[in-house]
Nanobody
């Protein structure tokens, strides 16, 4: 399983970015994709994920209502639409994959990781 995250960049506060995670070597039928971020000096945090077992998506409170995870099965790509970006959102954003129908995603324990894309929020 390989993942390639892209779409990061510089945006003003209140702006939007859409991150992409191109997945190869598997499909969403077998793996759930999650988005994470890590800011300098902070621990990596899980933000949003698909949960096939729940037939839905999950968001942590800090991004709920602002970020949206979606998938394009034909392109085998998962997106993270980020709106209303705040000064506390800058970080390296990662996508990761974990076997679907499992329980590890509930603990944010993922098996495969992309290389990360930098998001900067600044005026």
């Amino acid at each position: 399983v390989q993942l390639q995250a892209s779409g990061g960049g510089l945006v003003q506060p209140g702006g939007s970015l859409r991150l992409s995670c191109a997945v190869s070597g598997t499909t969403s039928d077998y793996y759930d994709i999650g988005w994470f971020r890590q800011a300098p000096g902070k621990e990596r945090e899980g933000l949003s994920c698909n949960r096939t077992r729940d037939r839905g998506t999950f968001y942590v409170d800090s991004v709920k209502g602002r970020f949206t995870i979606s998938s394009d099965k034909d392109k085998n790509t998962v997106y993270l639409q980020m709106n209303s970006l705040k000064p506390e959102d800058p970080a390296v954003y990662y996508c990761a994959a974990v076997r679907a129908y499992g329980a590890n995603q509930y603990n944010w324990e993922y098996d495969y990781w992309g290389q990360g894309t930098q998001v900067t929020v600044s005026s």
